[in-house]
């Protein structure tokens, strides 16, 4: 089955500039990239979330460049411009047969107390912060039936971000990475919309 281009949404993240490091390259390269694709496949720019963290540098305000050259915006990959798309822009914009995309590439980790959960750094975490994403969360939110059928009832999330376990050896910070999580409503039972991928025509 083929969707529409002006069905699909997506969220681009491209991190490569954060509080406590500044020497990630390729994250915001590789964002740009999946907008390239996107927009060669019909999606409308106001369509595409650009998120970006980018050294300030000559290669940092080519990428910038490149991406409002395409007419796509550019935001920060803050945690308060990332949860505002996610609370707000995708209801606004989701709906019957809407495909929504997801592209994350940056720094993430792992909490292992009770069990294993993915997270995603936000730009301006820090140690003090320690603000990021959970990405389980999301995506049972996501994929739960109410959000699914309302706002995308296909998905496909492309995470490349690094796993490693966090401060397992002071558990302390472990559990204070998990309190300062944004985590997400799932609404509803599960639904099979996971996994499923649709080709654009």
Known sequence: ??????????????????????????????????????????VQPPSIKLCL???????????QKAAEDKGVQVKSATREHIETVINHD??????????????????????????????LWYSDSNEKNKWNLNLESLLQALQTSENASALFP?????????????FTNKLYKTLDAESRGSTFH???????SRGVAKQYT
Not at 55 to 61: E, I, Q
Not at 159 to 165: G, L, R, T
Not at 186 to 192: D, E, R, Y
Request: hydrophobic share 40%.
């Open 154 to 166: 296909t998905q496909i999330f492309f995470i490349d971000a690094c796993a490693d376990i966090y």
């Open 53 to 63: 963290s980018l050294v300030d540098d000559d290669r940092g305000r080519g990428i």
């Open 1 to 42: 089955m083929s969707i529409d281009p002006e069905n699909v949404q997506a969220l681009v993240v491209g991190i490569e500039n954060y509080e406590w490091c500044k020497d990630l390259k390729g994250p915001a390269s590789d964002a740009l990239k999946f907008v390239t694709w996107l927009l060669g496949k019909g």
């Open 90 to 119: 995708f209801h606004d914009q989701g709906g019957p047969n809407k495909l929504l995309h997801v592209f994350w590439a940056g720094h993430g980790f792992i909490t292992k107390t009770h069990r294993t959960v993915r997270r």
């Open 186 to 192: 799932a609404t509803g039972v599960p639904t099979n």
